[in-house]
């Protein structure tokens, strides 16, 4: 069936250098994506989400990315900080509603170095 | 402004037991989601309560059931408990039966042995 992945299980960078997540979605149906962060032993936290009519979304230290065309979701960190250490994962929901709740990529696991 | 609580934090079943597990949501919010989140993998998602009915449900069997309460905190029931039911189980509150706008509980990590 249709599913959400990710490119990388895990991703290590410099402390203070920019990550880069990726995501492939593969739901052509979907019209709205979250990228959540979760830390060892806590639920998944929100970072930014994106509505598939937008290409672009910036927040704080962060942007989303979405290529439609290529089914492609990325989220880049600005000057990567030790408490950016966690377990990323993209999400998607689709459009028209739907049983499904938000379906969930496997996730990447960002280690930052000193 | 209190977030989402679950319990118990940690608990340990033995195989075809069953075990129920509570969360209350977030101030404000009315609705709660129910995932399962296998270890080294992304949540899934059980089911949906708002306004005191299931409103959404996932591939899961009828061993999962739920229940929402009239001051919208919600329990998850598994019954037969099996040892592939070994994970975090997540629970997430929203506004008016949205899929968006969640804020997740830290979850009840359940064992089966």
């Known amino acids: 069936g249709e599913s959400v992945g990710l490119h990388l299980p895990t991703l290590s960078v410099q402390e203070g250098d920019n990550s880069i997540i990726n995501c492939a979605y593969s739901n052509s149906a979907s019209d709205y994506f979250i990228w959540y962060k979760q830390e060892s032993g806590k639920g998944p936290q929100f970072i930014i989400d994106?509505?598939?009519?937008?290409d672009k979304r910036q927040g704080q230290r962060v942007t989303v990315l979405l290529n439609k065309t290529v089914k492609h979701l990325s989220l880049q960190i600005a000057a990567t900080q030790p408490g950016d250490s966690a377990v990323y994962f993209c999400a998607e929901i689709p459009s028209g509603g739907g049983a499904d709740g938000l379906t969930f990529g496997k996730g990447t696991h960002l280690i930052i170095q000193p | 402004d209190a977030g989402v609580t679950q319990s118990p934090t940690h608990l340990i079943k033995t195989r075809g037991q069953q075990v129920t597990l509570r969360c209350s949501p977030k101030?404000?919010?009315?609705?709660v989601s129910w995932y399962q989140q296998a270890l080294g993998q992304g949540p899934q998602f059980i089911f949906q309560y708002y306004e005191e009915e299931e409103r959404q449900r996932g591939n899961f069997p009828d061993r999962f059931s739920g229940h929402q309460f009239p001051n919208y905190s919600s329990e998850l029931n598994v019954n037969a408990l099996l040892l592939g039911d070994s994970a975090l189980y997540l629970c997430a509150s929203s506004l008016g039966g949205a899929r968006y706008g969640y804020t997740f509980g830290s979850g009840t990590r359940l064992t089966v042995v």
């Open positions: 101030s404000g919010h009315d609705t």
């Open positions: 994106i509505r598939s009519n937008m």
